[in-house]
């Protein structure tokens, strides 16, 4: 069997440096838009919690499993109980449709990122060799 000749992959300095650039700036614009993503969120999920709460009273009628809690010194009763929802009118519950970017993840990113772009800048080469392509590639 013939031995293969390894392949050497060189990559535009411009293009990596265009690439990080881009991620940086989806990065930003994901993290300034999360508080606004999450506020649409918990309307969604409140609805779906009330939702679910109406799914309950009409259905305790069919409830299993029924247990209850009497604290007489706070005047409260819980009850709980188990409900089938294999029935088609259970709600759905909401899902994020966006990435929750915590704060310490999100400076170390940017960081990262900023330095990467950094020191492309400030090199000769026009190509980037796969191994240090290889080493910004889990932030592209």
Known sequence: MARQKPISVKIATVKVIKALETKLAQIKK????????EAKYNKVLEKYNKAIIKYALDNVAK???????????????NVDFDLDITAKDYPKCPERDYEVIHRHDYLH???EIE??????????EEVVS???????ARYL
């Open 63 to 77: 409830a299993t499993n029924v247990r209850t809690n009497l604290r007489g010194w706070a005047q409260v009763l």
């Open 130 to 136: 796969a191994s240090t392509y290889n080493a910004i």
């Open 30 to 37: 994901d993290y300034a838009s999360q508080e606004e993503n």
């Open 115 to 124: 330095n990467a772009i950094r020191i492309l800048k400030m090199t000769d």
């Open 109 to 111: 990113s940017v960081e």
